[in-house]
């Protein structure tokens, strides 16, 4: 007898010459071929694991009997278009779709007359259960979290499954990705699964509805998996767990990983989303992350700091002091860490964005922060109805775009709903607090104005928001300067996108084939030409009366502090010591300005060939790991080195 043809569709964006194995396809595979029946029934026939033409892609297709996707915001629109080719092409091919942008209940099967089926939640238990209903095994109602219609047309929602194994078999182990990475010219990235499930409910979060407890896969499938991805060269490794440092195995995990690396040299990096609050020992895991060099920083995250924010999405922080002990903490270890933000939640406004900004910095978190755009997701809370109407919100349907992805023009669009407006921001506001986030983030956290905007905060008592809000009026006056006509570029970029007309990345050919998210678009427009920025800038410095011979010394300790894309590795004079000064203010104290001759000596680095090389190296690599500027700790003082 013949088996019947079985494909899965997830497909995955190229980043330079990497993707992302298909884990969620593997997984489904390794679960349902475990079960003889199916064996003995289907044969697998391929995983399209990246965005080929569907047209071609299609034709290679033996007719299939049943074609799976892994749908969600980066792939939905290609699954929905490809599904229907399939359709035409083979009329009797079933098609399932599975995966987080696929909500509970029938309406999607009106929306989609060529999909059969839809499995909602974790799915390798329904789609086992189903695949035997379709070989005439079981019964389609005993099929948990499947949707689908009655032969008169109407359609049924079975019950939801009640996550509770962990037994499941390991897609990296069952071989099912042994032929894709042998055959494949490309490197592949690859997911970790230590455990499932996430105790929160972030209301912004498409996990937020699922709220489970947290089930730990055996910690030999987690070591075998680490052996596998470093046989198979694996460089990049991403633990996909909610919350990783909530178990003390964790530490065990790291371990391995890093002796593994020690071993073979791969995985490279190894990136984590780590527990809510962080403590020990999370600062431990990061320590020998780090002291390995398969750390790419350490997350300080808050979402917002803003109350009424914290309330709407229902989330508790950190507090402000323990934050500003952790960041001392790391920077004493030599830990770069990074903040993240969620711009446009529902109770945010200006004021509130600016001050927290502003409050992160007066913490101590200058190196690095991102901030993302809200983005409503299917399954989140945020995305329901109720929620949308209880809060004013209104998005726009903008073009999807991954950050440093190739900028392919796509045969399938995808696209993002992006919330711009709410009860406590208009639209309008919604543009000026965001150009000004990206603006912070540009100037500041990736490093052309840091050290001026920490002098003058401590002399001069200005804050920090209303340094770079000044900064922001002093250049928007002026678009003939490099500044004003970057900014400008960046304003227009931002109304367009507001108006749902462009996508949020940039491409420009000088910094690289690759899509740049906007805060590091307008930086890479500054650094190309920063001798004319440094010298715009003296302009706006000046205005807030620094003594003359300070200004001056400030502006060479500045310049010379970012890393560029010439190598700076001679030794420079200053007539002060700001070096201690700074380091000073990094760890959250005031020391003053002393007037004594020293000589700074900064760490090797730059010497890229290209802009291109810098862009990509400093900014896209180093930014997480506060790679942007050199560090100056060895310093001599000229009366130190004469003795």
Known sequence: MSKKNLYFIQPSFLYGDSL????????????????ERIKEGYELKKIVYMREKIADSAALFEPPFVAAFSCYIWSFEYCKAFAKSLRAAFPDC?????????????DLLYELPYVDYLIYGEGEEPFRALLSALDGKDELSSVPALSYRLPDGKSVCNEPLAPCRVDYPSPYLEGYFDKIVAES????????????????GCAFCDWGQLKSRVRQFPLERTFAEIEWMAKN????????????????????????????KAQTGYPEKFRVNYAKNSNDAVFNINKKLHESGMNKGVTLSFQS????????????????RKFSELMLRYRDAGIP??????????????ETFSESVNELFEAGQHNAMFVYNCELLVNSEMGSDDYIKRHGIKTISTPFSLDHSEPVEMDVPEYSRIVVETNTMSREEWVKTRFYSLCVQAFHCLGITQCFAIYIHLEKNVKYADFYSKLIDYFSDKPGTVCGAALQRLLTKLSAFVRGETQWTCADSRFGNIAWP??????LLLAYDIKSVYSELRGFISGFGLDASVLRELFKYQENILKLQTENSESFKLEFDFVSY???????????????????????????????????????????????????????RDDERNL
């Open 233 to 260: 060269k694996v460089k990049y490794c991403y633990c996909a767990d909610s919350n990783f440092g909530l178990f003390e195995r964790d530490d065990e995990i790291i371990n391995k990983a890093i002796a593994t």
């Open 337 to 350: 860490t990074y903040s993240e933000l969620i711009f446009g939640m529902p109770g945010e406004t200006y």
């Open 185 to 200: 010219p490309y490197n592949f990235s690859a997911i970790l699964e230590t455990n499932r499930g996430c105790p929160y």
């Open 518 to 523: 906007l805060e590091e678009y307008l930086y």
């Open 94 to 106: 079933t098609v399932i779709f599975g995966g987080h942008s696929i909500p509970h209940g029938t």
């Open 20 to 35: 992302y194995l298909p884990y969620a396809s593997g997984a489904l595979a390794a679960y349902a071929f475990g079960d």
């Open 582 to 636: 700074f380091d000073s203010a990094y760890r959250g104290c005031r020391k003053p300005l002393v007037k004594t001759p020293c000589t700074v000596y900064p760490e090797r680095g730059g010497g890229y060939a290209t802009f291109e090389e810098y862009a990509r190296e400093t900014v896209w690599f180093g930014r997480r790991n506060g790679k942007m500027t050199y560090d100056f700790s060895a310093v001599t």
């Open 305 to 320: 700091m803003t109350p009424a924010v914290l309330e709407n999405i229902g989330r508790k922080n950190i507090t402000i």
